[in-house]
């Protein structure tokens, strides 16, 4: 390693944007910006997982009641509602999938500039939204393959032969362990490429294959440096986690609202996209958001002074 190439930090930059949090949305306070910065938080963060409660019931007596209506309409009927079912399911994810990449862009942009808006980055960003949508189709569409591909070791002794999983437990155990920690590798490595790639389209006003490329290249050249921060948003997101139960217990599961639970974390929202960008940015201009305009609150954060020499009194 020559004396050229950048020092990749891990805490310092985690500092840096606890501080940026601060001035983003306490210096000073802004309820309106909050709740727009919160939108664009909630849009960049859709698709995540809620809850519910369960009640008591007579699972049996339900099910017999279930497939007694289901038997009463007619077939071609109940394959229409089906077909129709899906359809509109497929509809909804589709529109979520869309508005979670469309959103990335503009919770960045809110984050970058210090602002709460939703038109402006909504119509900058729309070629690089729509782009970066299409290609994680491509990538959810690919991993399915593969993860169908993958699940035949297991799959078709199971089809073939009712009995094999009674009399094969040994291997099918191991096979499907071995499927889901492939998987698990699949989905991590998306993940962190997907992390560096939102910024990457954002600076360099790119498609999302040419993000996905430089974000491939980027890690390659920088495992440790990339290992040891996945390692730290790992510890971050638990972290994060105990937060959100907490606030949810505290605030009687008001959190679990959509976009409710958002405006009230907002603050780890923006912590962690600003740790993302903070980190991305030691590797160059290239990876700078900030590398055409900082905003003036953020000078003495993302510029500090320097320091002093031995030379200078103090």
Known sequence: MNGDEPKIEIFKPFGEAFELMKKILFQPFDFKKWLVIGFTAWLASLSGGGGGF???YDHRQNTQKFNETISQIPQPVLITGICVLICVVLAL?????WLRARGGFMFTDCVAKNRG???APWREFRTEGNSYFLFTLLVGFVLLIVAALLSLPFMVPIIA??????????YLISTIAAWAFVMILFLVAWSVLASFMVPIMYVRRCRAFEAFRTAARLISEHPGEILLYWLFLIVLAVASAIVAFVVTCATCCITAIPYVGTVILLPVFVLLRSFSLLFIRQFGADYDVWARFIPPEFLPVLMPPPLPSASEPR
Not at 93 to 97: E, K, M, P, Q, R
Request: glycine share 0%.
């Open 54 to 56: 369960n009640y008591p």
């Open 93 to 97: 994810v589709l529109v979520v999938a």
């Open 117 to 119: 808006a939703v038109v």
């Open 161 to 170: 032969d009712v009995t094999f999983r009674h009399t094969h437990a040994v």
